[in-house]
């Protein structure tokens, strides 16, 4: 094992909780029906990706044009929930989490589909920990595409199936395992069911490693 890739919203901060109420807003503007359980279906898909499902459920179709806007404006609002974060809304174990990879001499790099991801890490104050973060901007497909986490292996310098990806959301987990490397799913084991393994928190991620080592 060579490398760590990190996903960042629901791994390392909370902000699927942020997501979950933009999102909300903007179901309720179109008399769409969102809940927590849909929200969950959202989580690791990307902007344009997410409102195309929300859509789904509306009874009318979109231009284009009113989607782009539409999408817009749900990123305008979930830039005032964000505007407020700082290091206190780090996630238990995510900093000891960082700093354990880089004792072992582990390369670590963070791929997550959100254009917000450099703003929210400025924000968390943990810039300098990773050796590498994915410009979001710049992959053509989103998870659970693998492109993601291979361009994080490539630029990390590493083999793919040297790397560990770390997902909170199925489809994360999904792009994991297609780009060839071991998943650690953080939350239920139900809905991370194709993880190698699952870890309820960062703060259990030490110890999960280590065992990993040891048994090779
Ligand atoms: P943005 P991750 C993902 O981040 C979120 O899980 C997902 O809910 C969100 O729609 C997506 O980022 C795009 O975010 O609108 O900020 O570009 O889990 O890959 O870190
Ligand atoms: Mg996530």
Known sequence: MKAVIFDLDGVITDTAHYHFLAWQKLAQSQDVHFDEAFNENLKGIDRMGSLELILAGASRSYSDAEKLALADSKNA????LIAEMSPADLLPGAV???DWCRAQGL???L???SKNAFTVLESLGITDKFDYVVDAATIARG????????RAASELGVDPADCVGVEDAAAGVTAIKAAGMFAIGVGQPATLWQADTVIPGLEQFKNMMETLCKTG
């Open 77 to 80: 609002h979930y830039k005032t």
């Open 96 to 98: 000891a989490a960082l």
């Open 107 to 109: 390369k670590v790099g």
């Open 111 to 113: 791929a997550s589909v």
């Open 143 to 150: 998870k659970p595409d693998p492109e993601i986490f291979l």
